[in-house]
């Protein structure tokens, strides 16, 4: 079972990326200062290291410096507001593995940590199939029985939570965090336009309404 360290110490955004990567599978830790980031990170017993930028104490750039100088070389995915060019450049030439802007949404943040786990590790499932919907995580193709069906980012990041979980309920919540990520508005109907838009194109049948709850994906 992998183990994630996060380092973030905004308590809103570190909550939201632990619960969600546990409710994976992942076996998670949380610190909120650069310090106590690079002593876990270096003493071994992570797979992934998830390095917010602006830590206190030693800020993230620091922290990745210091790990690649001391030759640690675990996976570390830069997690940051700044997304300028020149910081995206300084994170990656720092050692960073991935780097990801906030806000963002955490189908996008699984699947990089995914990637960078994979590395020397049984190939992991990259087709989702239910009954005879299919998406290819790789290619981003989506194909009901032998037609070629065109998703959006979102339609295709919404396919994916219904088809990693057949036949499960998903609340709304759940949804939103997934796909639109922590900085969503819990009162919003977007996920209901979405479920509608997957619909006309998918099947209407396919997503069932579980009524006051939310939706599930049925399996034919």
Known sequence: MNRILIAEDEARIASFVEKGLRANGFVTAVVADGVAAYDLASAGGFDLLILDIGLPLSDGF???????????????????????????????????????????????????????????????????????????????RVYVGDRAVDLS?????????????????????????HVWGFDFDPGSNVVDVYVRYLRRKIGADRIETVRGTGYRMRVA
């Open 153 to 177: 980012t979102r339609e295709f990041a919404l396919a994916e939570i219904f088809c990693r979980h057949p036949d499960q309920v998903l609340t709304r919540e759940q949804l939103l965090s």
């Open 62 to 140: 620091t922290v990745l410096r210091r790990l690649r100088g001391s030759m640690v070389t675990i996976p570390v995915i830069i997690l940051t507001a700044r997304d300028s060019v020149s910081d995206t450049v300084a994170g990656l030439e720092g050692g960073a593995d991935d780097y990801i802007a906030k806000p963002f949404a955490f189908e996008e943040l699984l699947a990089r940590v995914r990637l960078r786990l994979r590395a020397d590790r049984t190939p992991e499932v990259t087709v989702l199939r239910v009954s005879d919907l299919s998406l290819d995580l790789r290619t981003r």
